[in-house]
C-alpha cells in the first residue's frame, strides 16, 4: 500500500475516500480478501460500484484513528454471529437444528450438509445454514462442556 489515503465519515454516516490529487469518493465499502485467515490484511476499498479503489496490505500499518475507524466499519457493517453457546445439536432426516446463543442473540438454524461445516486452521468453525448465512464457532477448547459434547459428535 504505496498510495497515501485518508478515509473519514461523513454527516450522513457514509465512509468518504480521501486522495490527493484526487476528488474525494463517498460512500465507499470496506471488503475483507481472507476474512477467516487474515482478516487484518488486504482489506478492499470500494466504491458503491463495488469497483476497488485501494488495497489495504496491512490493517496494522495504518495510523491508530484509521484503524479503529477500518474495524468499527467492518464489525458494523459485517454480519458473522459468533456462537457462544450451543443448546442443541438435533440430527433429523438428511440436516441439523441448530440451537444457539450468539452474540447477536438467540438464534435457532438448520444445516444441509456437513461440508457447511469447515474448519479454519487456527481452530475456529464456520457454519453456514439452509438459508445461506455464515455463523462463527469458536476452536473446540474454548467452548463450554455442554457446547463442546454437542460439536465433538459433528466432527
Known amino acids: 500500500m504505496s498510495e497515501s489515503f485518508h ?3 461523513n454527516s450522513t454516516g457514509q465512509l ?3 486522495r490527493p490529487g484526487c476528488e474525494d469518493v463517498s460512500d465507499v465499502r470496506l471488503r475483507r480478501a481472507f476474512p477467516w485467515s487474515m482478516p487484518d490484511r ?3 476499498v470500494r466504491n458503491a460500484e463495488g469497483k476497488e479503489l485501494i488495497l489495504i496490505e ?3 500499518q495504518l495510523p491508530q484513528e484509521s484503524q479503529q475507524l477500518v474495524e468499527r466499519y ?3 457493517n459485517s454480519f458473522v454471529p459468533k456462537i457462544n453457546r450451543i443448546h442443541s445439536v438435533n440430527l433429523r432426516f438428511g440436516y441439523q437444528q441448530w440451537d444457539v446463543q450468539t452474540d447477536r442473540g438467540s438464534a ?3 444445516v444441509q450438509e456437513r461440508e457447511d461445516i469447515r474448519f479454519l ?14 455463523y462463527e464457532l469458536p476452536p473446540l477448547n474454548q467452548m463450554d462442556a455442554h457446547s463442546r459434547r454437542a460439536v465433538e459428535a459433528l466432527v
Open 58 to 60: 496491512d490493517l496494522s
Open 108 to 110: 435457532r438454524f438448520r
Open 16 to 18: 468518504l475516500l480521501h
Open 121 to 134: 486452521s487456527d481452530g475456529r468453525f464456520t457454519l453456514r445454514d439452509a438459508d445461506g448465512n455464515i
Open 74 to 76: 467492518l464489525r458494523q
Open 7 to 9: 478515509l473519514s465519515i
Open 42 to 44: 488486504f482489506i478492499s
